[in-house]
């Protein structure tokens, strides 16, 4: 099941492995047999964690999902209640309580708080009347949980929204605390560099955690040479981009929720042959996305415009192999070709699906964008021409290319109301490339998109201000063209079949957070002091002692092991760089990902947005 | 497997499928359909619904078989089915010989602390002499602590300090709720504690309290940042208009930014107006008075919409009525000092969709000083026939807009979009273009008007040559003129005339 998490440098099974054990020890604390109610939100990360099978091994019989009312009956000893701590969600656990059949044979009630217990909620059950029907309250420290061979998440939407509108660092705790044990499975961390403010918060609270439970040393053997920190706010850039490789356009598009994406059936329907045209399934078609799927990790982290020779190379190897069958003459042969079938199979439906997804994305050139007001028409400016002029509205911005004035694309957006987050993307990338925009061009964009989209987005747009990606120019110059500069940032030259250059990710632009990244390694900090100070937040270096003994001695030529954690979120863009840089013969780094969230601009924005749910159109 | 057996026969002995013969070009589309084509010729030797033992089940939703969601779900059907059997799904089990070992760490015994809690509250006994920040500490680690030794507001202050600069959200809040017994003095308290002021505000907001958040907003000062927008935000849940607009009306007079106090002045002005317009053509639509309310039935109300849709809404319904009334587009522009382009966007979309073409081409007319009109649009003229033709313009309506677009290449890629076939041949005739004439002439129908007129100006090649020679006599002709009348006129009088010699 989740064979692909130990494949990489550093086993991240060990985490998983431990999550199950804590789970496995909880539900056996709950004697008997048991049904769990789940709070919607978390199936999917748990899903990660472990399948029913294992639930079902520890007596759990049912599972339903959170909702307010009855809960529907179940022949079992236990509930078991699995829930992020939230309010609202307190109060439905009190109306399923109270609610309870009392003829019926009493049942045990038990929380399960993910990631955190808090005060504020058994507070809340108490004043409900029901603190005292519960046998047991504790907590799943599911901090943070393993995505891929080299990727961790900890799937906390809001820790950037928290951490610069509204000034509340509780996810930089859970952080603080989910490196803790990382470093108790993995070994002490030696090397902590950081840049930022909430990097700064993180590495405090680290050492300061690490000083409380001094008593205990760690006897393991370090696996992670560096950590390195990064703030979001360091570099507000990179995702306002449309990212360009395969898996970040399937985000993009269809959007990535833990592990799954959901696309339009109709390009997947199996065709049999014998059967007529069977009715289109309407459902979407859900497809897991991890490395575990040969082909998908061969190809997920290509610039898109490669992904096309390499699922047609594949496509030829893998009927080559099936042609294979000719040549099978004798029983041993034919024998040897049917042991393969099973997995020459599999190869075969993956190919069909990425083969699918590849067309759904290219084909997004042919559908239509729809005019806003009243009535809805059918537009002639195609999709793909869309997508291609606001690529190269994007790409203008990038190169500081009139980003001192109002853009007329944006305008013309605006008066088609496209989708307002789209326009947000632009304006706020607009922003950012020229550190500020002058008070005449904020002005205009303000009013046109309050204007067209109603008044009540002054909340919006203040939010986006506050976390600095909309902003008055100040006096000072323009300081994106020397960082622009110095640190490399757009590659004229990208080269996207065959890569050279972490630029391939955006067809040219080279993620300024990838960036920093590469020069820590090599050739250090120390070159860029200037640039790293144009930049927001201190950057700092910390050291912690390794017990005698514990000190690696490094084999000539074996490569380091840097854990990159994004505080406030990265994008699959940023996460192929680094794959890209680990993967290079000299630069002698490997990269383990991690992050409060997995996003793309859009999914970004939205969470910046105030009530973005009223804004659907 | 029975009904296979041709079918396998069959596959062993063909090859049905041209394996890639594809030329080392780089179109990636082309790419893609060969790949896509040679996946369906490999045809599953095994037919797929037969499960395999080591494959992992997937079902159509694509979620494995066995996952959670997937089970969730599951039961949840079967619950509905029947009420009594546990219905388990048939599930693979893990095939992974590790999570068989029931060793190894769980995530707890990593720290060992003691995992017993309690919560907080009054009748707790338990009693420690633990500092200010040994509280916190044991807070952190979820260790059982009392708050009611810090007695006296210093105290609890001094807690809620150590809270403050431990970063977490749970522990903040807990010494606040402790001093919640005496709102005045906590709320005076937190002016000077932005943090656990904002923390507050969070919670109160997410524990949908709101008398107790609005009593805490009326105490802040009102120089507290944020604040103007975060009273203004509690508009968004008043349902009623009339209680909303005077709710933003009390808004006015907060220390917005001078920006911001502009748009929040311009949100009311225009729900009062929003409200007004519902009401008299609320009135009118069920009068079954005017016309256009019963060809064009209201689909939403106005209330609430953007300054945008107002405006489209008044373009559509109230076109002609004179500056004077609330209603009125005039109105609306001068009082939201709309920009031209915004105006002339929005009315040109409203009166295209009712068809009204005299109002579109009215919007475009402009006289010069000698009285002569000319179509003149603050948009592009290629915009303009993209707003147009989304409201399905005729493609009458859309050659004359076509024909004003500058750029010959663009004009005739619009024209052959639009069928403009006119314009392409004339275009192509200017540009003396034979090839593509020959070209466009293949794609007109047989003994079309099109086809006729192309192979008039391509057998009349006298035509031809004299066309080629009068346009530039013409042109110096009018050059001459210019030079002792005036260019306007004739530029006016001769280019029409130039162009269709």
């Not at chain 2, 003095?185 to 309290?209: C, G, M, N, P, W």
């Amino acid at each position: 099941m989740a064979a692909h998490l130990s494949y990489g440098r550093v086993n991240l099974n060990i985490l998983r492995e431990a999550a199950r054990k804590e789970l496995r020890e909880f539900l056996d604390k709950c004697a008997g047999s048991k049904a769990i109610v789940w709070d919607e939100y978390l199936t999917g990360p748990f899903g990660l964690i472990a399948q029913y099978s294992l639930l079902k091994e520890h007596e759990v019989e049912k599972m339903f999902t959170l909702k307010s009312g009855r809960l529907p009956s179940a022949d079992v000893k236990n509930i078991i209640f699995f829930v992020r701590p939230r309010l609202e969600l307190m109060d439905i656990i009190a109306e399923n309580v109270f609610s309870e059949d009392k003829m019926h044979s009493p049942r045990d009630f038990h929380i399960l708080f993910v990631p955190r217990r808090s005060m504020l909620c058994e507070q809340r059950l108490k004043e409900q009347g029901v603190l005292a029907s519960f046998i047991n309250i504790d907590e799943y420290i599911l901090d943070l949980i393993p995505y891929d061979g080299d990727l961790l998440s900890m799937e906390y939407e809001s820790a950037f929204r928290e951490c610069y509108l509204e000034n509340d660092q509780t996810s930089l705790y859970h952080t603080a605390k989910g490196l803790m044990t990382l470093q108790a499975l993995y070994g002490t961390i030696p090397q902590i560099y950081g840049k930022g403010e909430c990097a700064r918060h993180v590495a405090n609270m680290m050492l300061r955690m690490k000083r409380e439970f001094a008593g205990s040393q760690n006897q393991i053997l370090p696996v992670f040479d560096t950590l390195l920190l990064l703030d979001r706010n360091v570099d507000l850039l990179t995702p306002l981009a449309t990212q360009l490789t395969y898996e970040g356009l399937i985000d993009e598009i269809y959007g990535i929720t833990n592990g799954y994406v959901k696309l339009p059936p109709e390009k997947f329907a199996q065709k049999k042959q014998g059967e007529a045209s069977k009715d289109l399934p309407t459902e979407p078609k859900k497809l897991q996305l991890n490395s575990a799927e040969e082909l998908y990790a061969e190809i997920r982290d290509k610039n898109f415009n490669a992904v096309g020779a390499a699922l047609s190379k594949k496509a030829k190897i893998i009927s080559a192999a099936f042609e294979e069958r000719h040549n099978a003459k004798t029983v041993g042969e034919i024998k040897q070709f049917v042991s393969q079938l099973p997995h020459m199979q599999a190869a075969r439906s993956s190919l069909a699906n990425h083969t699918s997804i590849a067309e759904l994305i290219k084909d997004i050139t042919s559908t239509v964008c729809f005019w806003g007001h009243l009535g809805v028409c059918a537009s002639l400016v195609s999709a793909s021409e869309a997508f291609f002029d606001n690529l190269t509205v994007e790409q203008e911005f990038m190169t500081g290319v009139d980003t001192d004035k109002v853009n007329t694309y944006i305008e013309d957006c605006v008066a088609q109301k496209d989708p307002l987050i789209k326009i947000l993307r632009l304006v706020s990338m607009q922003s950012v490339c020229n550190n500020g925009l002058k008070q005449k061009v904020l002005d205009y964009y303000k009013r046109e998109i309050l204007q067209t989209y109603g008044y009540e987005h002054i909340l919006t747009l203040n939010n986006l201000e506050k976390a600095g990606l909309l902003k008055l120019q100040s006096s000072s110059r323009n300081n994106y063209p020397t960082i622009r500069k110095t640190l490399k940032l757009w590659m004229e030259d990208a080269n996207e079949q065959n890569p050279n250059d972490i630029s391939y990710v955006y067809s040219g632009y080279a993620p300024l957070s990838v960036r920093l990244t590469q020069v820590l390694a090599r050739p250090g900090w120390r070159s860029i002091e200037e640039v790293l100070k144009m930049l927001p937040g201190p950057h700092f270096e910390e050291r912690q002692q390794l017990p005698a003994g514990l000190h690696k001695k490094r084999q000539q030529g074996e490569n380091r092991t840097t854990l990159v954690f994004f505080l406030g979120g990265v994008s699959y863009a940023e996460i192929a760089a680094l794959r890209f840089l680990s993967q290079m013969e000299d630069s002698g780094m490997e990269y383990i990902i991690a992050t409060t969230k997995l996003l793309n601009g859009t999914t970004w924005i939205k969470s910046l947005m105030d009530r973005p749910e009223s804004q659907s159109s | 497997m029975m009904k296979n057996k041709a079918d396998e026969e069959d596959y062993w002995n063909s090859s049905k499928f041209k394996a890639f013969t594809f030329d080392d070009e780089d179109d990636e589309f082309s790419r893609l359909k060969e790949s896509k084509r040679a996946v369906n010729s490999i045809r599953p030797l095994v037919d797929e619904d037969d499960d395999e033992e080591e494959v992992e089940k997937v079902s159509w939703s694509g979620e494995p078989v066995g996952s959670i969601s997937w089970s969730v779900n599951e039961t949840a059907a079967s619950n509905q089915r029947t009420d009594r059997e546990p219905a388990f799904p048939k599930i693979n089990t893990d095939t992974t010989s590790i999570s068989k070992s029931h060793s190894g760490y769980s995530l707890s015994a990593l720290f060992k602390g003691e995992t017993h809690r309690c919560i907080l509250g009054k009748d707790n006994t338990l009693s420690g002499d633990w500092s200010p920040e040994e509280t916190v500490q044991r807070m952190q680690q979820g260790k059982a602590v009392s708050l009611e030794k810090f007695r006296s507001l210093q105290d609890k202050l001094l807690l809620l300090d150590y809270a403050v600069s431990a970063h977490d959200g749970n522990v903040i809040t807990a010494p606040l709720w402790d001093l919640f017994v005496f709102p005045e003095v906590l709320f005076r308290e937190l002016t000077d504690r932005q943090t656990a002021l904002r923390h507050f505000i969070h919670y109160l907001t997410e524990s949908k309290d709101q008398r107790l958040l609005l009593e805490l907003l009326r105490y802040l000062p009102l120089s507290t940042p944020g604040l103007p927008l975060l009273q203004y935000k509690e508009h968004l849940g008043i349902a009623d208009e009339n209680k909303r607009r005077d709710f933003l009306k009390s808004c006015l007079s907060l220390p917005f930014s001078p920006e911001d106090s502009v748009h929040v002045e311009d949100h009311y002005t225009l729900l009062e107006r929003q409200i007004i317009i519902e009401a008299t053509d609320g009135h009118a639509e069920r009068g079954g008075k005017q016309e256009i309310f019963q060809k064009f039935p209201r689909k939403a109300s106005i209330l609430n919409m953007p300054l945008i849709t107002t405006l489209y809404y008044c373009c559509f319904y109230h076109y002609t009525e004179s500056e004077g009334t609330y209603s009125s587009p005039l109105n609306i522009r001068q009082t939201f000092k709309l920009s031209e382009k915004q105006f002339f966007v929005t009315a040109l979309a409203a009166r295209a969709k009712l068809k009204a073409w005299p109002d579109v081409d009215a919007l475009f007319t402009s006289r010069n000083w000698l009285g002569f009109t000319r179509k003149k649009s603050p948009l592009s003229f290629q915009r303009v026939v993209d707003v147009l033709h989304k409201n399905s313009a005729p493609t009458q309506v859309l050659q004359d807009y076509v024909a004003l677009v500058d750029d010959a290449e663009l004009r005739i890629t619009l024209a052959q979009k639009h069928k403009c076939h006119d314009i392409v041949i004339n275009t192509y005739r200017d540009l003396k273009d034979r090839q593509q004439l020959l070209g466009y002439r293949a794609k007109m129908a047989r003994g079309s008007a099109e086809e006729r007129k192309i192979n008039e100006l391509l057998n009349n090649s006298v035509r031809k040559k004299i066309l080629s020679v009068s346009l530039p006599v013409c042109l110096s002709v009018c050059l001459c003129v210019c030079l002792s009348v005036c260019l306007p006129v004739c530029l006016s009088v001769c280019l029409p005339v130039s162009l269709t010699c």
